[in-house]
């Protein structure tokens, strides 16, 4: 008798950086013998389809263009509301489109964390769904304070205290996203919830902390099936490089061999003097303006050279001066290990990638997690969060990525502990299908060494 392969639909809702990961998860199964969809923007299919993975479209490219461009998306205290209404705006389309994999009982849904129709289907009865939660502020803990607007305030308080400060912050929360989504979930049979976002949001089965315990280790009051591994990332390919644009042209007299996985016009800058800051405010990110002007302003009185990577290049001040290039998209991989430091938004992928590199950072949060990966990432003495005042000069948090000895041997150190961790998209297909091989409804097993340690839960 031959067994049928193990079956599996990832849906990732979010920008590239929610969504890259995803895709390294599936090209993990894919390698294992799985059978793998993926369900996710639209936007991304050019990604997918490269990587081999089925892909499920959802939505049109209007759709995603017309989220991005709302103002308030980015907004630190009213971001999450536009975001959650963006979501619950989708949702029915998404249940529709993934209605024939939500009823298959032999197929393991997997959800990032705004994949809100895979949390449906575990309430509806599916026995095999899991959450991937990307960062450690969807996880919010008592024990370890996140950061963001109005919190930070707060992590001096005693344990007794920051446990109800934190209810205080999650009623607030649901005072947000909970009567829009009862509404929706009345219209689909559905009973009303709470505390949505610190509780609703984590499957009944099994959740998966997608980041190492040295970034935020596990805490006595996260949910009883989450599981811990390293941080999955995407491998660099050469296609992932995109059209150089803006800047002088290079002397192709240099005569340095290209790498051949870089755009020829990058690999070239980079080789053509010192190594630059990369500036970034995230591949989603279509109101900057003023963040790059203002990194830009920092990098020329540091007296470094700059490479900037944008897909909405409308954003950048003109014009660049020759010691600034502009690029859509690089693989990081490939390009921060080359680079001085880099100046960016908080997103956990390019947070993630930066710690692979050994790089310094330099981090202007915006919205959602940004403000609590920055914190973290400050806590491990590699980065310095910028200052938001219209007077800040942030030349000198440049001098300090650039020439600070002791975080760059930080950095390098957690370089070196990236490498150790391994490849996090692989622990987390492992997991996934210890998931898949087990009986409906039973909770992930915990993998010594790379998972939450149950000794420690409350």
């Given at each position: 008798?031959?067994s049928?392969?193990p079956?599996?639909?990832i849906?990732?809702?979010?920008?590239?950086?929610d969504?890259?990961?995803?895709?390294?998860?599936?090209?993990?199964?894919?390698?294992?013998?799985?059978?793998?969809t993926?369900?996710?923007?639209?936007?991304?299919?050019?990604e997918?389809r490269?990587?081999?993975?089925p892909?499920?479209?959802?939505?049109t490219r209007?759709?995603y263009?017309a989220a991005?461009?709302?103002p308030m998306?980015?907004?630190p205290?009213?971001?999450?509301?536009v975001?959650w209404?963006?979501?619950l705006?989708h949702l029915?389309g998404?249940?529709?489109?993934l209605s024939?994999?939500?009823?298959d009982?032999?197929?393991?849904?997997?959800g990032s964390?705004?994949a809100?129709?895979?949390?449906?289907?575990a309430?509806?009865?599916?026995a095999?769904t899991?959450?991937v939660?990307?960062?450690?502020a969807?996880?919010?803990?008592?024990s370890?304070w996140p950061?963001?607007?109005g919190?930070?305030?707060?992590?001096?308080?005693?344990?007794p205290?920051r446990?109800l400060?934190?209810r205080v912050?999650?009623?607030?929360a649901?005072?947000?996203?909970a009567p829009?989504?009862?509404?929706?979930?009345?219209?689909?049979g559905?009973?009303?919830?709470?505390?949505?976002l610190?509780q609703?949001?984590h499957?009944p089965?099994?959740?998966?902390?997608?980041?190492?315990?040295?970034?935020?280790?596990a805490?006595?009051?996260?949910?009883e099936?989450?599981?811990?591994?390293?941080?999955?990332?995407?491998?660099a390919v050469a296609?992932?490089?995109l059209d150089?644009?803006?800047g002088?042209?290079?002397d192709?007299a240099?005569?340095h061999?290209?790498?051949p996985?870089?755009?020829a016009?990058?690999?070239l800058?980079?080789?053509?003097?010192?190594?630059?800051v990369?500036?970034?405010?995230?591949?989603?990110?279509?109101?900057?303006?003023a963040f790059?002007t203002?990194?830009?302003?920092?990098?020329?009185?540091a007296g470094?050279r700059?490479l900037?990577?944008t897909?909405?290049?409308?954003?950048l001040?003109q014009p660049?001066s020759?010691?600034?290039?502009?690029?859509?998209?690089?693989?990081?991989?490939?390009?921060l290990?080359?680079?001085a430091?880099?100046?960016?938004?908080?997103g956990i992928?390019t947070?993630a990638?930066?710690?692979?590199a050994?790089?310094?950072q330099?981090?202007?949060?915006n919205?959602?997690?940004q403000?609590d990966n920055a914190k973290?990432a400050q806590?491990?003495g590699?980065?310095?969060r910028?200052?938001?005042?219209?007077?800040?000069?942030w030349?000198?948090?440049?001098?300090w990525?650039?020439?600070?000895?002791?975080?760059?041997?930080?950095?390098?150190?957690?370089?070196?502990?990236m490498?150790?961790?391994?490849?996090?998209?692989?622990q987390i297909?492992e997991?996934?299908?210890?998931?898949a091989?087990?009986?409906?409804?039973v909770?992930l097993?915990?993998m010594?060494g790379r998972?939450?340690n149950p000794?420690?839960?409350?």
């Amino acid at each position: 008798m031959v067994s049928t392969p193990p079956r599996f639909l990832i849906h990732c809702v979010g920008s590239g950086g929610d969504v890259l990961p995803f895709i390294a998860i599936a090209t993990a199964l894919q390698a294992r013998g799985a059978e793998v969809t993926l369900a996710t923007s639209v936007w991304f299919e050019a990604e997918v389809r490269a990587a081999g993975i089925p892909m499920l479209p959802l939505g049109t490219r209007e759709d995603y263009l017309a989220a991005l461009s709302d103002p308030m998306l980015w907004h630190p205290l009213h971001g999450v509301r536009v975001l959650w209404s963006h979501v619950l705006r989708h949702l029915r389309g998404s249940l529709d489109a993934l209605s024939p994999y939500l009823r298959d009982p032999d197929t393991t849904l997997v959800g990032s964390t705004l994949a809100l129709a895979v949390r449906v289907a575990a309430e509806r009865g599916h026995a095999r769904t899991v959450t991937v939660h990307l960062s450690p502020a969807c996880l919010p803990s008592a024990s370890d304070w996140p950061g963001g607007p109005g919190l930070d305030a707060l992590g001096w308080l005693p344990l007794p205290l920051r446990r109800l400060a934190l209810r205080v912050v999650d009623a607030a929360a649901d005072r947000i996203v909970a009567p829009p989504w009862n509404e929706l979930r009345h219209t689909l049979g559905l009973p009303p919830v709470r505390r949505v976002l610190s509780q609703w949001l984590h499957s009944p089965c099994a959740v998966i902390a997608a980041f190492p315990a040295w970034f935020a280790a596990a805490q006595p009051d996260w949910p009883e099936q989450a599981q811990q591994a390293a941080f999955p990332r995407r491998s660099a390919v050469a296609a992932d490089v995109l059209d150089p644009a803006l800047g002088h042209a290079l002397d192709p007299a240099l005569g340095h061999a290209l790498d051949p996985a870089l755009d020829a016009a990058l690999d070239l800058f980079l080789r053509s003097g010192s190594p630059p800051v990369v500036i970034t405010a995230g591949t989603g990110m279509t109101h900057a303006r003023a963040f790059f002007t203002r990194a830009l302003e920092a990098t020329a009185q540091a007296g470094c050279r700059a490479l900037v990577l944008t897909a909405f290049p409308e954003q950048l001040p003109q014009p660049l001066s020759a010691d600034v290039q502009w690029f859509r998209h690089a693989p990081f991989d490939r390009l921060l290990p080359r680079a001085a430091a880099i100046m960016h938004h908080g997103g956990i992928g390019t947070l993630a990638s930066a710690f692979a590199a050994g790089i310094p950072q330099l981090i202007a949060p915006n919205a959602v997690d940004q403000f609590d990966n920055a914190k973290r990432a400050q806590r491990l003495g590699v980065a310095r969060r910028l200052p938001t005042r219209r007077r800040a000069n942030w030349a000198d948090d440049v001098r300090w990525a650039r020439e600070d000895q002791q975080a760059r041997k930080r950095a390098g150190a957690l370089a070196v502990q990236m490498a150790a961790d391994g490849d996090g998209a692989v622990q987390i297909a492992e997991l996934l299908l210890q998931t898949a091989a087990a009986p409906p409804g039973v909770a992930l097993q915990f993998m010594p060494g790379r998972s939450a340690n149950p000794a420690t839960r409350a």
